[in-house]
């Protein structure tokens, strides 16, 4: 077999066979400790196991020959041979897909995110999670010479991580485990530091953050000020004046309904409202929250309501009690929405199918990417307290199930009515005959 491509598309049961190889490529990565290497020719990068092949061990950037036999996606070298200086590949700059699916296993990638986390583990080697553009992506980075302390000072840093990365998968199997990739030989360039000083970051509006600006940028830090009207976990509802906004991912954590903050962090498209992602946040204040806005059931659907605070009036369609909070289904006019209550103690008094009810909580579009033009379609409102549910007016005594039983009563009087004329029709009948 003489390319990479064709040793990398065996089957695992065809590589066991031990097949012959004879390869030339240019050596991408060293690893000294497991005498072993990575070699990539025109078509593809593969790892290479150099425990019993003799003679000088290649450095990164050599041109070998490789002969040996195949195993499962490698080679078992016998003999490698330096033929001089080659030239090293350019880095890839990999898709989202190629970087969950391990297609570029063993190649020279560069990747872009920033480091949400980041854990020194003491044996040369350091997990990194690493939120790109379109996901979160764990790295198992070795990078020689690094300590404990340089590490911390990277953590929501922009960065550019560059080596030989290597698919994380089960070695018997060869199943990819995805969005995990080791990086081996790794370089760490670091575009952006974390803000030092919040305010030091260029502030823009809510609103214009849904603007075109021909400078956007996936890693391009804004900062926005407003007040928080819900928390759920680590995520936020804010409101600027009355326009909505979500940040996700929020640090430090501890902060309330009602706080004044000032955050910074990374527009991201996809949502109803704005969206900022890895938000670092200083709070500024408290204050009462703003009044919510009443809507009519024919404006309840609409991208400008979400994150912001409203008040929906309509009839409790069901209820329900789950481990972590209410549920209430909710008819208004044509629509019917969910309103969810974060607490599992009793509602006191319970609450009455077919009850008129006025509910007031943060509006939360389900879908909707208005970057797509979707429409906002189903919705979430989210309760803060029992105290946002108002009962405007009870249930009709007059339910169906009494309607029906009525219904049957009557029936039965009817028909007993009718027996009884009948016989008394009889009755008389006999009497005149």
């Known amino acids: 077999m003489r390319s990479a491509i064709a040793i990398r598309r065996l ?9 012959p190889v004879h390869l030339e490529g240019v050596t991408t990565c060293v690893l000294t400790q497991l005498h072993a290497l990575v070699i990539q020719d025109a078509t593809a990068a593969v790892y290479v196991l150099n425990k019993q092949a003799g003679g000088e ?158 400078e956007s940028d996936a890693f391009k830090r804004v900062r926005i000020t407003g007040q928080i009207v819900f928390v759920r976990g680590n995520n936020c509802f804010v409101m600027e004046n009355r326009q909505g906004l979500r940040l996700l991912d929020v640090r430090p954590a501890g902060l309330a309904a009602g706080d004044l903050i000032e955050a910074v962090g990374f527009p991201q498209w996809g949502y109803a409202s704005p969206c900022l992602r890895n938000v670092l946040t200083r709070k500024t204040g408290h204050a009462a929250l703003p009044a919510p806005e009443k809507l009519p059931s024919e404006e309840l659907i609409g991208a400008r309501h979400d994150a912001t605070l409203v008040t929906v009036e309509g009839v409790l369609a069901s209820a329900r009690r789950t481990p972590v909070g209410h549920v209430f289904e909710i008819q208004s006019g044509s629509w019917r929405f969910l309103a969810r209550l974060a607490s599992t103690n009793p509602i006191s008094p319970p609450l009455r199918l077919g009850s008129r009810l006025a509910l007031t909580g943060v509006y939360c579009a389900q879908s909707g990417n208005t970057a797509l033009g979707e429409d906002v379609a189903p919705i979430d409102l989210l309760l803060q307290s029992a105290a946002d549910i108002r009962v405007l007016a009870a249930p009709s005594w007059w339910t169906l199930r009494r309607l029906l039983a009525l219904a049957a009563v009557l029936g039965l009087l009817l028909v007993a009515a009718l027996l009884w004329g009948t016989q008394l029709r009889r009755q008389v009948e006999q009497r005149t005959v």
């Open 57 to 214: 061990f290649p450095e990164v950037g050599d041109r070998v020959e490789v002969e040996g036999v195949t195993g499962p996606d490698i080679i078992n070298a016998n003999q490698i041979k330096r033929l001089g200086a080659g030239r090293l590949p350019e880095f890839e700059r990999p898709s989202w897909d190629q970087l969950i699916n391990g297609s570029l296993d063993c190649r020279l990638v560069e990747v872009r995110g920033v480091i949400e986390s980041l854990l020194h583990r003491g044996n040369g080697w350091s997990r990194v999670s690493l939120r790109t553009k379109d996901g979160t992506l764990r790295v198992e980075l070795r990078r020689a010479g690094i300590q404990p302390e340089s590490l911390a000072g990277l953590q929501d840093a922009v960065v550019r991580l560059r080596g030989c990365m290597f698919a994380d998968r089960d070695v018997g199997t060869l199943r990819v485990k995805p969005a995990q990739v080791r990086m081996h030989s790794a370089q760490v360039i670091v575009e952006e530091p974390a803000p030092a000083d919040l305010s030091a970051v260029p502030q823009k509006s809510a609103a214009s953050l849904m603007q075109y600006d021909p």
């Open 11 to 19: 089957s695992i049961e065809a590589a066991q066979r031990a097949l």
